[in-house]
């Protein structure tokens, strides 16, 4: 049975920082993704990162969020520095692309 599991979102001021997690257990994927969903707005993408390391990132979060992945346990983290309020929203991780899994999300509230 394919799990995946997110964690550590939370509440924190203007400029904190915040890691996001997300495991996969039940199945070998190499590419996975962290998209957002703030209220009243559409789902949108955050990073990517693929099988060769390669990364991608949505242009209001360059220089300010890093992707990666341990491919040996099969988990994903994002590590999100400089918060602001617009980075508010629940996010979710997402391994594989073409038959892909999503995690159940984690809230993320940038609030002073």
């Known amino acids: 049975q394919v799990q995946v599991k997110e964690s550590g979102g939370g509440v924190v001021q203007p400029g904190g920082s915040l890691t996001l997690s997300c495991a996969l257990s039940?199945?070998?994927?190499?590419?996975m993704g962290w998209y957002r969903q703030a209220p009243g707005k559409q789902r949108e993408f955050v990073a990517l990162i693929v099988t060769d390391d390669s990364t991608q990132y949505a242009d209001s979060v360059k220089g300010r969020f890093t992707i990666s992945r341990d491919k040996v346990k099969h988990v994903g983290y994002l590590q999100m520095n400089d918060l602001r309020p617009e980075d508010t929203a629940v996010y979710y991780c997402?391994?594989?692309?073409?038959?892909?899994?999503w995690g159940q999300g984690t809230q993320v509230t940038v609030s002073s």
């Open positions: 039940g199945l070998s994927i190499a590419s």
């Open positions: 997402r391994w594989g692309t073409v038959d892909s899994y």
